[in-house]
């Protein structure tokens, strides 16, 4: 079975720091994609970075990078220089290629910034 | 167009109602999702269309009835529910690929079931 792990319900960060959410997951299919998506209180979710599990080196889309670690398991969100329309609530995710219409999610992490 | 476009954006129905949420996305995408969202939980899918055909139906109970009439649209029956039922439901879609294709939201409907 597949389980994706967020431990933080919920996090501070200053404006202009950085931070990082973490994630940790279990699967036994050794192909699998890992997403990060952020939810603003509109609702909407909007995605963030992609790592699949074969690629070598990290992810980064700007000021979002995510931290790979294939051996622990996992994959956390490193957000730099936060703003204060980085908060919101963000959701690990993860798909294996066996049944890859499926897309599971962790329980998520409600990042503030503070002024 | 890289939107996933949902009406209503609000919805509140009584038990005996009959409604439909509707989703929409010209983008080509072949797999086409529903999923339910409580309050300060993670989505939680429902449904799944692939090539217009119901591929993964997540033991919903039957007063959601989903339909894909053509590969740009998506609806949710809505009929006889509960208040438990009251959620964010979110559309979604994403080209039929590898697990690297990432699904695209819409910003959901916001249903309340007096």
């Known amino acids: 079975a597949q389980k994706i792990t967020q431990t933080q319900p919920g996090m501070f960060v200053q404006e202009k720091e950085a931070v990082t959410l973490d994630c940790t997951y279990d699967t036994s299919d050794p192909s699998y994609g890992l997403f990060w998506y952020k939810q603003p209180s509109s609702g909407e979710m909007i995605f963030l970075i992609y790592q699949g599990s074969y690629d070598q080196q990290n992810a980064t889309e700007g000021r979002y990078s995510l931290n790979f670690q294939k051996a622990r398991k996992s994959a956390n969100l490193v957000i730099s220089a936060s703003q204060l329309g980085d908060s919101a609530m963000y959701f690990c995710?993860?798909?294996?290629?066996?049944?890859?219409?499926?897309?599971?999610f962790g329980t998520g992490t409600r990042l503030t910034v503070i002024p | 167009d890289t939107e996933v476009t949902q009406t209503p954006k609000h919805l509140v129905m009584g038990m005996t109602n009959k409604k439909s949420l509707k989703c929409e996305q010209h983008?080509?995408?072949?797999?086409m999702y529903w999923y339910k969202q409580k309050a300060k939980k993670p989505p939680e899918l429902m449904f799944v269309y692939s090539y217009e055909k119901l591929s993964i139906n997540e033991s919903v109970p039957s007063r959601f009835s989903p339909e894909c009439p053509n590969s740009s649209l998506l609806n949710l029956h809505l009929h006889a529910l509960q208040p438990e039922d009251s959620a964010l439901y979110l559309c979604?879609?994403?080209?039929?690929?590898?697990?690297?294709?990432?699904?695209?939201f819409g910003s959901g409907t916001q249903l309340s079931v007096l």
């Open positions: 983008m080509g995408h072949r797999a």
């Open positions: 995710a993860m798909r294996i290629q066996t049944g890859a219409n499926n897309l599971f």
């Open positions: 979604a879609s994403r080209p039929l690929g590898g697990v690297n294709e990432k699904l695209f």
